[in-house]
């Protein structure tokens, strides 16, 4: 095992680009993704039969087919298209499609939202009768019952089936490697594998990184989950 490779500062420097990538993809696309799937929820339980269909088709295609397809399908597909090479020099947004980190991220936030977005209805659905009832009773329009009540608490019975889909998507952003000229961590091992031949090396480090930030994010959940559902937790004697 030849690990002074891994420490040289320019690799080193390599695996903190890598780094930089992966969070900025994580967070990105949590971010758009969790805002698409507000709106997503909202309309699969809302009162709306054709809104429910469509964003229903949308979930269970991206559900139902891999994350590296869709990445795929949006770099090497939408981005090649003639009509919008024809516009990705003048006209936004797609300006963007040539750059590798858009397509990435527009390919993991569609992805997130689908999954998100089925949590998020579930846990709307399962909200208990008496709370709405009891918002109804106090005089609250519909908004304000799906605003003050049933959102907040969906959002906190959501937290640890949410914390698994963050974790899911930290090792999905390993397949922005596929994309060209984009430097994730996993693309980081690659390159140090291919310049000096040292596959272990390299891809226990990226698999150390991995873990470190895997721990830290289920730290952070577990403090959210002890915060906001302190009043599931079982009662001591």
Not at 13 to 18: A, D, K, P, Q, V
Not at 70 to 83: A, D, F, N
Not at 225 to 237: I, V
């Amino acid at each position: 095992m030849n690990w002074e490779v891994i420490f040289e500062a320019k690799n080193l420097e390599l695996f903190w680009t890598g780094i930089l990538t992966t969070l900025g993809l994580l967070f990105s696309s949590l971010g758009v993704g969790a805002v698409l799937a507000l709106l997503f929820a909202l309309l699969l339980t809302g009162p709306w039969a054709a809104a429910r269909w469509i964003v229903g088709s949308y979930t269970y295609v991206i559900r139902g087919t891999p994350l590296l397809i869709q990445v795929y399908m949006i770099y090497y597909g939408l981005g090649q298209l003639e009509w919008i090479q024809a516009r990705w020099d003048t006209v936004w947004p797609w300006t963007h499609f040539k750059e590798p980190f858009f397509c990435a991220l527009l390919a993991f936030s569609l992805n997130t939202a689908g999954y998100t977005a089925e949590m998020l209805a579930g846990a709307i659905r399962e909200t208990n009768a008496g709370e709405i009832e009891a918002a109804q009773a106090y005089g609250m329009s519909r908004f304000q019952v799906m605003l003050r009540v049933v959102l907040p608490s969906a959002m906190r019975r959501t937290l640890p089936a949410y914390s698994n889909e963050v974790v899911m998507m930290l090792q999905s952003t390993s397949l922005a490697s596929a994309v060209p000229s984009l430097i994730d961590v996993t693309g980081a091992a690659s390159r140090i594998y291919s310049d000096y031949y040292l596959p272990f090396e390299a891809y226990l480090a990226a698999a150390a990184i991995y873990l470190v930030t895997t721990f830290c994010l289920i730290g952070v959940f577990r403090l959210a989950e002890r915060h906001f559902l302190a009043h599931l937790a079982p009662r001591k004697a």
